[in-house]
Structures are given as C-alpha cells and as structure tokens.
C-alpha cells in the first residue's frame, strides 16, 4: 500500500525536480560525478520495471506510433540540429556537447512530463527501450556525419559500450527478472511494488547530483548555447504536432510524439561526455546546461502541449449530417 508521502511526492513531482536542480544549482558539493552512474542505473531499473517484457513485444505491433516516435527523433530532430549547427560556438567540445544532447532522445522523465500533459505515457514506456537501442546504434554515425573522421575518432568507442551495459543492458536484465520473479513469488511482487514508489526520489537524486557535480563549470561559452536549447524547445513543439498528424495518432498519442521529439537523455549521455578527453571535457557542462533548460521548458509544455494538440470533435460526414437535418425536421 502506498503511503500518504509517496502519493504526496508523486502529485508534486514537477515541484520536487525543480527543487532538487536548485538545490544542486545552490549547493554545489564536489566528488559527486562518481554516484551519477549508480543513481541513474536504479533510476532506469525502476523505469523498466514498469514495462512488462510481454507488453514490449505487444508495442512493437504498435506501427504507427513507432514509426512516429522514430521519424520525430532519428529524422526531425538530426535535421533541427543541423540546421542550427553551422550557427554554434566554435569550441568543438561544446558543440559535441550540443550533439550529444540533442541527438538522443530522453527516456526517463519523458514518460513523467507526457503523462502529466494527457500523452500517452504507457506507449512512451513500451517504446524505451527500442529507444535507446536506436540512439545507441545511430548516435556514431551522427556525430561523425556532423564532426567529420578527426573529431568523431576523438569519442571512444568504449566508454559508449560501457553505458550501453551499465544503464540499459543491466537494468533492463533486472527488470526483466524482477517481473519473473513477481509472476512466481509473492515475494517478487512486493519487491517490485516496493521499487516503483522510488521513482520520484531518484529523479530527484539523479537531478541534484548531476546538477551539484558540474552546474558551476559553465562558462561563457556554454551560456551561449542557451537560446539553442530554447529553439530547438519551441520548434520541435510544432514539428511533433506536424509528425503526429503525418502519422495520423489520436491526441494521447500525438501528444506522446511531441514530447519525445522534444525531451533528450541528457541524463544518460552525460557519462559519455565525462568520458571525453580533457580538451573536450565542457562538452560534460553544455549537456548539463541543457537538462537546466529542459526541465524549465517541460513545465511550460505540461501547460502548452494540450493546447498545441486539444481534442477535436469529429468532423461531420454526409450520412450523420443527413440525421442532423433529419432530426431538425
């Protein structure tokens, strides 16, 4: 049974992100980078606990809000991006930042945001870990598409094996096995249950330690790619509504589109970009940046999104027009 607290937590959940980035912004606390990985790898275990592995497979039927899901974040948004690439700072570390950033699509805190905007948050859910898949795969080719062959060869391909691991490939296993376990035990159940109610508090502990271990290393450069982040915000809001109407989704799920074109997993790239070579290493302060300015700007989506995309009544065909005269007869 949930506890007053837990249900406390989860009706202000937005409130208690922004607290924990201030805090973090406020507080600043050094040694901290090392939890990043441990405390984002519970917060993923939690978020794919709550994706049954049957319903995975069952949402790979789902082809047209894939397709959609996919087309916003793997063609819509390179094509962004690229179009606002030529105008960055020149410092190659914050533009691979800005790569990194925004070319992977969020996974986490999305399905938050989604939800509280009438989206549709269980197909966001299904569509994780294919998500995360997709990017892991595309995400090289991108970069060395917009950095070309030197700059590309700098980003190891290790570091990005070691996430793939760490923070999908693990806790996907564990979710996996926690839901087995919970078919056969009650046990397992209980476990389960226990570790869903902890999404809110790691959130928020995933926010605060990746805010306090580097929010402070921004500098000028980084503060300038800012309205970047606010642009891309405000395009990918109309180009989620254009993919979701190309795509024909019901409002739930166009919703869903736009906020996954708009979100990026700026809290999974971030230990790629720790991983960098020191004369790269404000690449790790401009994804930081980023997660300050998306998480403001998913508030105000929370309130815009459903007006961009409000439910619309059917349009009248002949034969229900023909009633309509009929009954006014």
């Known amino acids: ?7 406390a937590l989860e009706r202000h959940q937005v409130a208690v992100y922004l607290g924990a980035i201030a805090a973090g912004w406020l507080v600043p606390v050094g040694g901290l980078a090392p939890l990043i990985n441990p405390v984002l790898g519970a917060l993923l275990y939690v978020t794919f606990l709550q994706v049954p592995a049957r319903d995975l497979i069952r949402s790979l039927r789902d082809g047209r809000f894939l397709a959609a899901a996919l087309t916003v974040n793997f ?8 179009a606002m690439f030529a105008f960055l700072p020149a410092d190659q570390g914050v533009r691979l930042g800005v790569l990194l950033v925004l070319l992977a699509p969020c996974v986490d805190y999305v399905i938050v945001f989604s939800g509280l905007a009438g989206g549709s948050s269980d197909r966001l859910l299904a569509a994780t870990p294919l998500l995360l898949i997709a990017q892991m795969l595309l995400l090289p080719a991108f970069l060395l598409i917009f950095l070309g062959r030197d700059l590309a060869g700098a980003v190891e391909a290790g570091p990005f094996a070691e996430a793939f691991a760490l923070l999908i490939v693990v806790p996907l296993a564990l979710a996996w096995a926690t839901q087995a376990w919970a078919r056969r035990h009650r046990s397992g159940a209980v476990v389960g249950r226990a570790a869903t109610v902890t999404m809110v508090p790691l959130m928020a ?20 790619v800012v309205p970047f982040f606010v642009l891309f915000l405000l395009v990918m809001a109309f180009a989620g509504r254009g993919v979701a109407r190309l795509f024909r989704l019901d409002v739930a799920a166009g919703r869903a589109v736009v906020f996954t074109g708009a979100t990026r997993n700026s809290l999974v790239v971030l230990p790629l970009a720790l991983a960098l070579p020191d004369h790269l290493s404000v690449a790790a302060s401009v994804v930081v940046t980023q997660t300050l300015v998306e998480v403001a700007g998913m508030v105000a989506y929370v309130r815009l999104v459903p007006r961009l995309m409000s439910e619309q009544r059917a349009p009248v065909g002949p034969e229900r027009l023909a009633d309509q005269r009929g009954q006014d007869q």
């Open 1 to 7: 049974m949930r506890t007053d607290m837990v249900e």
């Open 205 to 224: 502990a995933t926010l605060f330690v990746v805010v306090a271990s580097h929010a402070r290393e921004a500098g000028g450069d980084v503060l300038r």
């Open 75 to 82: 063609v819509v948004v390179p094509l962004v991006v690229g």
